[in-house]
């Protein structure tokens, strides 16, 4: 799935070089990789159907939300606590980075209609979206992961 693929090498990039900014230590960057693949739960959706899940909680459920600013907080509430409580905060924001540069790169993609998804969610806003892309070109990926090639080359020599 190039989509999630993008998604991961996108936060890679950009939370290896703000660690050469701030100082936190390299193991954290994996935590903001995953919190970029935290938008895509929603694909979900494709193996258990939603109606399955209504029936075992017992309340109406969507997908949708998740790929969300408010699913973003929500889910990354419930990865963090799986933490020690020493580092909550750290891994926190990490995930939140993670799940935002996710929902900033899918508000860059072409769209039908020219407006981006509910990205916003609890806010039912569709913002207009540039258009810079579309999700199944094959020259994002090659681009992102060049990108993610040479950071990963300077970060070796930084050390």
Same mark, same amino acid.
């Given at each position: 799935? @190039?989509?999630?693929?993008?998604?991961?090498?996108?936060?890679?990039?950009?939370?290896?070089? @703000? +660690?050469?900014? &701030?100082?936190?230590?390299?193991?954290?960057?994996?935590?903001?990789?995953?919190?970029?693949?935290?938008?895509?739960?929603?694909?979900?959706?494709?193996?258990?159907?939603?109606?399955?899940?209504?029936?075992?909680?017992?309340?109406?459920?969507?997908?949708?939300?998740?790929?969300?600013?408010?699913?973003?907080?929500?889910? @990354?509430?419930?990865?963090?606590?799986?933490?020690?409580?020493?580092?909550?905060?750290?891994?926190?924001?990490?995930?939140?980075?993670? #799940?935002?540069?996710?929902?900033? &790169?899918?508000?860059?993609?072409?769209?039908?209609?020219?407006?981006?998804?509910?990205?916003?969610?609890?806010?039912?806003?569709?913002?207009?979206?540039?258009?810079?892309? &579309?999700?199944?070109?094959? +020259?994002?990926?090659?681009?992102?992961?060049?990108?993610?090639?040479? &950071?990963? #080359?300077?970060?070796?020599?930084?050390?």
């Amino acid at each position: 799935m @190039a989509d999630l693929l993008t998604h991961v090498l996108v936060a890679y990039v950009l939370a290896t070089v @703000a +660690r050469w900014r &701030v100082g936190f230590p390299r193991h954290w960057v994996p935590i903001a990789m995953g919190g970029a693949a935290m938008p895509d739960l929603v694909k979900v959706g494709l193996v258990i159907d939603e109606s399955v899940v209504q029936g075992v909680l017992g309340v109406p459920f969507e997908y949708a939300p998740i790929s969300s600013f408010g699913g973003v907080v929500v889910v @990354a509430a419930g990865i963090t606590i799986l933490f020690d409580r020493g580092v909550w905060r750290e891994v926190y924001g990490l995930l939140i980075f993670g #799940g935002l540069t996710s929902l900033v &790169v899918d508000g860059a993609r072409v769209f039908a209609d020219g407006t981006g998804g509910f990205w916003l969610y609890p806010v039912w806003v569709q913002p207009p979206t540039p258009e810079l892309y &579309v999700s199944a070109d094959p +020259r994002v990926l090659a681009v992102v992961l060049s990108t993610a090639v040479v &950071v990963t #080359g300077v970060d070796y020599y930084r050390r």
